[in-house]
């Protein structure tokens, strides 16, 4: 990454004006002193004592504790066991309210009301009045078009012929995989397979069908038992392998996503009468698409993969609230947004996400705050996750419109002006 000659120039010399180079190199400096503190660290057992030796070393006030360990949290301890190591306390997020929002999906039928977790102002009325705008419209149709969770190894091999045939052997090996995968969980299947070979390494990438849960760490435990068989078996044994190569775009925003799927692929639509789009936008369903058009440019212009307004900030909020992981939003932000005007002058909107990692259980979905929030949005439990992963799609829907109609009526600025400075 590189920084041009003159904004380097200016860094340094802004450093300069407080520390000489000798001293700023000497700040740089390793060092072996002891460190000023010491956290207990996890024990498999999560008890009140190491919650309060940790505080103690922590040596802030009491006032600063009962922030983060209120009473509430003291008695519900035990519950955050298995989310959670060195663990202090919990930290409150405000949560709105979003909806109705009318989904009319292959497995999401009905009027959702969803809580989004987000110190962000500005972010729930955004939504809520798109969801509202969807509502009228007479909801948005969703629809699940493909499931599945990858993980993706790697091996090394002396040279490419070896690598040859160590595919040539893993081809006859599925249902061994299969086997060794699903003895490691109830829920999870292997559902396919794909090979990639690069010189003398090879990477096999195992999709798999994880139920009604997000399925990160089933898919983990289920591949490292396919490892170990194939260790056990092969004939020819790699020099080393990764659990994780690097390319099952696992947190991250990948061009695979477009290619296949990793978590849910959803796809949502609507179309809005030109009289609503003035009514509660301000605008045109011309306008609108003028902007899309000229963000789609403005996204292949500035390298984005896919084109959308801002679906990290409503599945960042929903992810929060419902226990989701959240760092997944990396990848399940990506996808593309279109508008279209009819010869009507009414305004068709869909939204593609292929990358949705969602669950309705296990995870985070079991925490008190959490699983009440999913409740209330209803997709806790059992058999829930697919209308989930519908309803995700019409809240990023609801979100592009409203983000693309205030900044075509001049409201952008404004409305948070109004709401986060009010």
């Given amino acids: 990454m590189s920084i041009s000659r003159q904004r380097a120039n200016q860094h340094l010399s802004r450093l300069l004006e407080s520390h000489s180079l000798q001293e700023l190199a000497s700040r740089l400096a390793p060092r072996s002193d002891t460190p000023a503190i010491s956290i207990p660290k996890h024990h498999h057992t ?20 009962a922030q983060l360990l ?13 989310n959670i190591e060195n663990f202090i306390g919990t930290v409150k997020v405000p949560v709105g309210l979003v909806g109705p929002l009318r989904v009319n999906g292959l497995f999401a039928q009905g009027d959702f009301v969803l809580p989004l977790a987000t110190t962000e102002a500005a972010l729930v ?6 969801a509202q705008l969807i509502t009228e419209a007479g909801g948005c149709t969703a629809m699940l078009l493909s499931e599945g969770v990858s993980r993706a190894p790697g091996f090394a091999f002396e040279n490419l012929r070896d690598a040859g045939l160590f595919v040539a052997w893993a081809v006859t090996q599925e249902e061994q995989f299969r086997l060794a995968a699903e003895r490691t969980t109830r829920h999870g299947k292997l559902a396919d397979l794909e090979f990639t070979v690069e010189g003398n390494h090879v990477y096999l990438r195992f999709q798999f069908l994880t139920g ?66 003035k009514t509660h936008l ?32 409503g599945l960042a909020a929903l992810y929060l609230a419902c226990g989701q992981d959240v760092a997944c939003v990396a990848e399940s932000a990506v996808g593309v947004t279109r508008f279209e005007q009819t010869e009507n002058h009414d305004l068709y909107a869909a939204v593609t996400l292929p990358n949705l990692i969602v669950g309705s259980v296990g995870g985070g979905t079991g925490l008190p705050s959490q699983h009440a929030c999913l409740e209330i949005a ?18 990023c829907l609801a979100g592009e419109l409203s983000i693309v109609g205030a900044l075509c009526a001049g409201d952008f600025a404004r409305a948070h002006q109004k709401l986060a400075r009010g």
Avoid at 125 to 130: E, H, I, P, V
Avoid at 257 to 272: D, P, Q
């Fill in 70 to 82: 209120d009473p509430q949290t003291e008695q519900q301890y035990r519950s955050y066991q298995h």
């Fill in 282 to 313: 301000h605008t045109s369903a011309a306008a609108m698409v003028d902007h899309w058009r000229m963000a789609a440019i403005g996204g292949v212009l500035s390298g984005t993969i896919g084109v959308q307004g801002h679906y990290a900030n």
């Fill in 125 to 130: 009325a955004s939504y809520s009045r798109g």
């Fill in 212 to 277: 009604d849960a997000a399925g990160q760490n089933m898919v983990t435990i289920a591949t490292q038992a396919i490892c170990d068989y194939i260790i056990a078996t092969s004939p020819l044994k790699p020099k080393y392998y990764f659990l994780e190569a690097n390319f099952s775009g696992d947190k991250k925003a990948s061009l695979q996503s477009f290619l296949a799927v990793r978590g849910k692929k959803v796809t949502a639509e609507v179309l809005i009468p030109g009289p609503m789009i």
């Fill in 46 to 65: 999560l008890t009140s004592g190491e919650i309060a030796k940790r505080w103690h070393a922590l040596g802030v006030s009491a006032e600063i504790q």
């Fill in 378 to 395: 209803g997709f806790a439990g059992a058999d829930k996750a697919q209308a989930f992963a519908e309803t995700c799609a019409a809240l």
